[in-house]
């Protein structure tokens, strides 16, 4: 009987998605995820002297938020208008299919892709002699 999970298959498809700046707009992205059934994880970056000196209010935080990359679009729509996020570029994200079946990408009818015939000679040992 064999295993389902084989050693060479890679399931994590976590990506970091943005960056947030304060409590506040934390708290309206992990609203909005949750109401639309995102799945998320908040990566927390420690602050630097200076920004525990001059943050006075401590209402300044520095997280990042990492989703599935198949959610990308959804969740940048949901989070758009949100102030305090910035985003990761991850270029045209309508355009993530990017690896196609070879297939699909070549078309038989391609003039550029003639292969030439194979040619083979007959060696008998009655030619050798000769």
């Given amino acids: 009987m064999s295993s ?3 050693n060479n298959q ?3 498809n976590e990506v970091p998605f943005c960056r947030v ?3 506040e707009s934390k708290e309206k992205l992990e609203e909005r995820f949750l109401a639309h059934r995102i799945s998320y994880f908040i990566e927390w970056q420690d602050k630097s002297i200076l920004q525990r000196l001059f943050d006075r209010s401590g209402n300044k935080i520095v997280c990042t938020f990492k989703i599935n990359k198949g959610e990308l679009q959804r969740a940048r729509e949901l989070a758009s208008g949100i102030e305090g996020i910035k ?3 991850y270029g045209e994200i309508k ?3 990017r690896i196609r079946r070879r297939s699909e990408a070549v078309k038989e009818d391609d003039p550029g892709l003639d292969v030439p015939e194979l040619k083979f000679e007959n060696m008998d040992k009655d030619s050798k002699d000769d």
């Fill in 4 to 6: 389902i999970i084989q």
């Fill in 10 to 12: 890679v399931f994590n």
């Fill in 95 to 97: 355009n993530t299919e």
């Fill in 87 to 89: 985003f990761k570029d």
């Fill in 21 to 23: 700046y304060s409590k």
